[in-house]
């Protein structure tokens, strides 16, 4: 998702005016060494019999939810995802939720396929 900005920016090039640009321009990480700013990431997927996979990453957290089944992991302290903290860290498990939902709202919008 971050290749269009970084190449906007490479070119010099402007996004279209109506068009929201999803992603980063990686031009400062790549060339001036700068790190990445922090930011949610948002994915979901279709997997068998019709049901959708979610997963949010902000940090080191990464939730992911697959039907009722929810999972919470701190990648810093457990990068095999080994320990599920979701009884933990109730609170940030419904904020991150909650971003998802904006996230997916927002993505398919207009697109009922999608939906």
Do not use: C
């Amino acid at each position: 998702m971050d290749i269009f900005p970084t190449l906007l920016a490479l070119t010099s090039a402007l996004s279209p005016a109506d068009v929201e640009v999803d992603g980063v321009n990686l031009l400062p990480v790549l060339l001036d060494g700068k790190k990445l700013p922090g930011r949610k990431l948002f994915w979901s997927y279709e997997r068998r019999e019709n049901q959708r996979e979610k997963v949010v990453r902000e940090g080191p957290w990464k939730l992911y939810i697959r039907g009722e089944e929810k999972h919470l992991f701190n990648l810093a302290e457990d990068l095999g995802e080994q320990n599920n903290l979701i009884a933990a860290y109730p609170e940030w498990v419904r904020t991150m939720e909650a971003a998802f939902a904006q996230w997916y709202e927002e993505v398919t919008a207009g697109v009922g396929w999608l939906a």
